[in-house]
């Protein structure tokens, strides 16, 4: 009771004295100065005696000794030092405490007449061995909160997330941004690095944003962006770090149920976590089923000199039905206080049905005017095992050792049947076509780390490490077609497709962080990457193979003014290599009219950041985080369509272009009452995209903004409402237009029953969300349309059961890569 009365105390004097400056006697300017220049100050350090490191925000309240009243105070900074300024003359007694601890009492503190400072030195607290039965959270964690290096939404605390899947709890995250497709972009960049609990997973192998999709937004705990990572983290990833945290507990057993029903999308799933003494579980189960509709519309012009020598029209309208299901399982063991030991793994997969129509009319010498049918099948599973072992020392928690190891597999299995028919009015089947797609990645990751503070009182520390990632990519994709529209399939061997991988990647690095006793920290780290490269493309008798090494820099420094703000500067340099979808030769025919391949003979793009940030936060729950960035990137790997004479496009992938965006962000959140809170951001950006192979310059401003609302009403009820807008942005060649999403959502909750019910309400005035892309090249011009169903309407039931108790986590080290450039 002493441990939680003396800082409440503490509060209240210090309020009850702001509050009040009418009880103190009124002096005379100078005599006020005079007295003022005599008064002490109060110093001293307060460390954990058992670990030998600072102990942050502690509270130090000063007390007149004879009636035990408070009449000063502070709290610890982050190197656990203290300064009681304005003392008069006398004796106190200072006393420490802090949650976790024995209260420290330091008697017979004198202050002179003199004035000066009185240094206490070090102080050392000793840990408090008793224990609770159960710890009551009343606390609530805001919904944003700004972290040293990166920004964190605690998604656990939206109730319009209840029922959706990660993409939904992606839109709603500061500084990102979601297309209507899924894809994800920071600072205005899709090269992104995304990870789920510090570690890759094989889910994201195949497509990030259909990965998202499979995780439900109920198993995510928080989100967190990191602009500017450091050396310790890989280099891929040109715009930062993406860190997917999901919900496990403390001490003890808990779990959940929950389930929602949606006009696109139904969720079941379940958890438990259970945590009694050495041993840790947790697991995780569940599936969805989907539904997504939309099409497109376009008209392309093709070019000679400035003669239109054809037209093509296209209209295309599909429904896409997919069900998966995901599960995980996560075992830790504490061997003793020093060692752990754990494993986990996570298991998913996915079945997803296309059908689709498209109209093709030429307008040319020889007109065309066909429909297409196509029925596309894909089956995926992913598979991540992981081992990790940690060690800490005697010396200093914060001295560590870490050594890691992790396989990641995936399956896919896709295949298409297509049948085309002339039109007008014709039932006459003249074309057929089929295909079989099977192809496995696997990856296999060796990394140990090693974190050694040099000292502990000044905060410095070095961090080394290296890493080893093998990764092994097969497909065989074969073909067969009717030309005459029977069903006497011919096997075309033009088309078949065999290929085989490898990519090695070695990398070590270093990296020297320290914060001094007046609030500057610095980083410097530079990161070694040799990648080696070899491929054997069977169908187009290609073998290649590519060796290049880099070294990246990055550092770091920051100023802290007080507890509540902090500047920030960084510059590193990133890297991104191209993966096997940039990769492989094979030229797809699916579209006859719009062909594609890819390029194995890409390098990997580099890229240099500069990144200046402010940030400052409040006891009252307001934030907010402004930030300036350039960066530029060399070698950028664009897609380039040309169009031939005969009128037929074809797409490949080059490193053709320099694009450079320069841009600031500004981030807020405030609690203006206790029960309503607001945040949002604005984003306004300069890009510049520029080939002097293809005489290509391409520049605008664009901009994006979000806002998240809040609002705490009786009986346990709330509401919430969340928006966002994205302007045009452009491409090499052109442009699409802008886009923007709305939702809003209500929740009830039955405390006693622990359950909880949410009712979302996603676009709910418009059923599609459509983007317009512009095409302007010397071979074509080319206007297109694409439309999404958007509008969805869902209810969500959830149901808790457990207790938590108090119990102590230790943070549990995973491999982080995920480095290949996606389509």
Known sequence: MKKILLPLLLCFALYTRAQNPATMPQLPGIQANIKASLKAKISGTVMDAAQNKPVEFATVALLNPQTEKIIGGTTTNESGKFLISGVDEGTYRIVISFIGFENKTINNVHVGSEGGEVTLGIVQMQTDSRTLNEVIVTAEKPLVEDKDDRIVYNADKDATNAGGS???????????????????????????????????????????????????????????????????????????VINIITKNQLQGLTGGLNASVGSRRNNLGGNFNFKRDKLSITGYGGGNVNNYYGGSESVRQNLLGDQVISTIEQI???????????????????????????????????????????????????????????????????????????????????????????????????????????????????????????NQQNEFTLQTDFTYPLSTVKRRMLEVGTKAILRDVGSDYRLENASDGSLNFQDDPRRANMFDYQQWVWSSYASFRMRTGNMWGFNVGGRLEM???????????????????????????????????????????????????????????????????GNPYLNPELAHSVELSFSTFTKKGTTINAMLFGRQTNNAIERITTVDTSGVSSSTYRNIAQNATYGMNLFGSARPVKQWTISGSFGLNYNILNSTALQIHNENWSYQFNMNTSLQLPNNFSVQANGSYRSRRIQLQGQSSGFYYYAFSGRKEFKKQKVTITANFENPFRRYNTIETLLRTPTFRSDGSNY??????????????????????REKKRISNDDGKRG
């Open 788 to 809: 999404n169903v958007i509008r969805n309407i869902r209810l969500s039931v959830n149901w808790r059961f457990g207790k938590m108790d108090a119990g102590q986590n």
């Open 531 to 597: 990648t080696n490269i070899t491929a054997d493309f069977v169908s187009t008798s290609t073998k290649f193979s590519d060796r290049y090494q880099n070294f990246l820099p990055n550092v770091t420094i920051s100023k802290r003014f007080g507890e509540e703000r902090r500047l920030k500067l960084n510059y590193s340099q990133r890297i991104q290599r191209p993966s096997i979808f940039f990769l492989n030769p094979y030229v797809n025919y699916a579209d006859p009219k719009n062909i594609s391949s």
């Open 166 to 240: 990660a993409i939904d709890v992606l839109k709603k995250v500061p500084l990102l941004t979601v297309d209507p497709d899924g894809t994800v972009t920071l600072k205005g960049s899709s090269s992104i690095k995304v990870l789920i609990n510090n570690k890759p997973s094989s889910i994201m192998a195949r497509s990030i944003s259909e990965a998202l999709q499979m995780i439900p937004a109920e198993l995510i705990k928080s989100v967190e962006v990191v602009t500017a990572p450091s050396a310790k983290y890989d280099a891929e990833g040109t715009a930062g």
């Open 316 to 438: 295309n309208a599909y429904k896409n039905k997919g069900r998966s299901g995901f599960g995980s399982f996560s075992i830790d063991y504490d061997l003793d206080s020093l060692n752990r030991v754990g494993i986990d793994a996570s298991f998913g997969g996915e079945a997803r049905n296309t059908n689709s129509t498209r109209d093709t009319r030429v307008t040319s010498d020889d007109p065309q005017y066909f429909r297409r049918y196509n029925h596309t099948q894909n089956r995926n599973r992913n598979m991540d095992l992981n081992f990790n072992y940690t060690r800490t020392f005697k010396r200093s928690k914060e001295q560590e050792y870490t050594f890691l190891a992790q396989y990641n597999r995936n399956n896919n299995h896709s295949n298409y049947s297509l049948y085309q028919m002339p039109l007008p009015e014709s039932e006459v089947i003249d074309y057929r076509e089929r295909n079989n797609n099977d």
